[in-house]
Every structure is written in C-alpha cells, then in structure tokens.
C-alpha cells in the first residue's frame, strides 16, 4: 500500500500524456476541479446518446425480443382481425423500446450524478488506487476516462466513464485517454485491467479490442443500475453486457514504441 501511495505521489505531478493528432496535440492530464462542469457535459451527453443506440441498434442483437415481438403481432391479429392495428404495432415496439430505453439510462444517469460524477475529487483524486484524467485539445476538455482498482494486491484496475466529446471523434482521443489507463495499471502494478460496456456500436468494441483487450464474457438480458424492472420494461428494454479483460504482462499495447504508448495514434475514438 505504501509503494501505491509513492507511486501515486509522482503521479500527482505528471503532466500528463502528450499524443499528436496532425498538427495539433492532444494533452491527457489528470482531472483539475475547474474540469468539473465540462467532464459532466461530455459524460451526460455521451451517456445519453445510448438512448438510441440501446432502443434501435440493440433490437437486432435480441433475437428473443423480435421472437417476442412477432407472438405479440399474431395475438393481435388473432383478436382484433384488423390490419391497420398489425401495421401500427412495429411503431409502438420501436416507440416502446425509446421510451424505456431513455428511462432506464436516464435513471442510471441521475444515479451516477449523485454519487461518483457529484464528487470527482473525492471519488476518484483523493484514494491512491483510482483517477479519472481528461484529454484537452485546443485547450478545451474534450473527454474524459477514469481508473478504479480493487483493494487487493496485484488485482485488477477498472476502466470506467470513458467518453470523448461528439464533435472530437475519430481523432485519436479515445485511444489516448486508454492507453493512461493502461499506463496507471502498470505504474500501480496491477495484473489486468477490465471493462464492462453495454454499448452496441461497433467503433466502441473496435476501441477496445485495439487497445488490447478482450471479450471474455457477454451478460444477456443485463440488468442496468436505475432499472424498475416493471412488466413493460423487461419487455421493451432489454441489453447485452460485455465484459473485456487485458493482462497487463502480455499486452502488446504497453510494450509499444514511440508510436505507441507515447507517440501518435491514428486510430477511431468513439466515446464510449
């Protein structure tokens, strides 16, 4: 613990990672109080644009919903012998799905706002075995990612809320803000580095998957925090949970030169 808490004592004062992005250069520092209101944005935003991709995308990774969709179709047109109502229901399902999908992630957004992201300081800078660090372009915060790990020895780190701004996609950013978590885990000697994701996109697993990790385990019919589980809800929500694993000791990302862990990077940054 004490060799944690020396090492986290330098780590206070690194300036952080310095990534070029063409001409212009993406700075990856830890979190300063002032980042406070623009790491909220870009969390809330990013989050919520799960809406969508959780109510529309999502629906044809579901093969039990759409099967439980069609039942829904035939009990009725066996009631009510009406085609208008048969070409109403695809509406209502996608409306369904919105409404529940926007509900459960609003709640698992208000949650998160009441704990973690009311109190970034607290929750993340102050403890020795976590951190969360923001990528600054052009002197704006434009994303963010943090670092929690467990309590035991030579355990895991968990990579948590990372998110980089829409407008600043595809420039190198997320690949960066990940590669400081990578970097933390080996600073605090921690064996692997994990990650939970309920995103659908495939930018966000290619992400991932670059920066070294795999996919060790995928959750079917996951229950998100915020979630009532009433009736209509499980029918009309319904979300897969990949968890992806890296081992620090053999992952190719950490052994990388200077176009590596601290050069350029080309690759997609989704913000998820």
Known sequence: ????????????????????????????????PEDKSAVQLIFCEGLMEMVPDTAFR?????????LLYSAMTVVCFIITMCWWVIGLLPAIVL???????????????????????????????????????VAVLEGKVVGVVAAVGQQDPGGAVELQRMCVGRSYRQRGIGVALGQKVLEFAVTHRYSS???????????????????GFR???????????????????????????????????????????SNGLHGSSALSAPGK
Not at 3 to 30: M, P
Not at 198 to 204: I, L
């Open 1 to 32: 613990m004490e060799e944690r808490a020396h090492t986290n004592s330098v780590q206070k004062h690194d300036k952080g990672l310095n990534t070029q992005n063409g001409l212009q250069t993406i700075v990856v520092r830890e979190f300063e």
């Open 58 to 66: 999502g629906l044809r990774h579901h093969p039990e919903s759409l």
């Open 95 to 133: 409306c369904g799905r919105y409404f529940y999908s926007r509900r459960v992630i609003h709640g698992y957004l208000e949650h998160a706002m009441s704990t973690d992201m009311a109190d970034i300081e607290g929750f993340y800078m102050k403890p020795p075995d976590s951190c969360l660090w």
């Open 193 to 211: 580095v994990v990650l939970g994701t309920t995103a659908y996109t495939r930018a966000a697993h290619q992400l991932y998957q670059r920066l």
């Open 215 to 257: 996919c060790v385990e995928v959750t079917n019919g996951y229950v998100t925090p915020g979630a009532r589980r009433s009736l209509l809800e499980q029918i009309f929500y319904r979300v897969r949970h990949h968890h992806y694993s890296l081992s620090v000791q053999h992952s190719k990302t950490l052994k990388m030169d």
